[in-house]
């Protein structure tokens, strides 16, 4: 029986000429694409990292604005609307970043709450969800408080804890910023 040009069968390693489509319900279908010599790794790298980061529902709703924005922009680009909103949230992350920096040298834990809060729902709204719960226990820390411990906790420790999660949290954030990149960049 021989197979037809729609059936997934080439290995990694093989360049891969068109973008499968992906279904409205699910953009995950997408497989990544390998053009001209580049090395499979870039396939590797990316496809797994927005399941656990990522809350691709989400996410999706704010690309489906695109198509509600009737297509490409004037520059020809597929999704500017959500890019937008995308590159607007990391601005704003990178912001809220230094100054969770400098509220945590000032010791200032009603900030940190604060701007964790900020942040907490800034990233819900794209589906970020590791950062998105990263701040949420930011906020609850900066209150002196371990709500899944239900444990108040001492001025110290609080900003000992905001100190450990603040580095996670660029961590997540930076896998997340670095995914919907290489998104966008495919849609070119």
């Not at 656990?52 to 690309?63: G, K, N, R």
């Not at 408080?145 to 580095?167: C, F, H, Q, Y």
């Amino acid at each position: 029986m021989s197979e037809t040009k729609d059936q997934k069968t080439t290995s990694p390693a093989k360049k891969v000429e068109e973008k499968p489509e992906a279904s409205a319900s699910n953009p995950k279908e997408t497989a990544p694409i390998v053009k001209n010599d580049e090395a499979p790794k870039e396939a590797e790298d990316k496809p797994e990292v927005e399941e656990d980061v990522i809350d691709m529902e989400t996410f999706q709703q704010i690309m489906d604005m695109d198509e509600e924005d009737d297509g490409d922009d004037e520059d020809g680009e597929k999704h500017s609307f959500s890019k937008g909103i995308v590159w607007g949230y990391f601005e704003q992350a990178e912001a809220t970043f230094k100054d969770m920096e400098a509220a945590i040298k000032d010791e200032d834990l009603a900030k940190l709450s604060s701007l964790g809060h900020f942040l907490k729902g800034s990233s819900a709204a794209l589906g970020i969800i590791k950062v998105q719960a990263s701040c949420e226990k930011m906020q609850h820390y900066g209150n002196k408080r371990d709500e899944e411990a239900g444990t108040s906790l001492e001025s110290s420790e609080a900003l000992e804890r905001i100190k450990k999660l603040l580095v996670d949290c660029k961590k997540d954030y930076e896998v997340a910023k670095t995914w919907m990149e290489n998104l966008y960049e495919e849609d070119k």
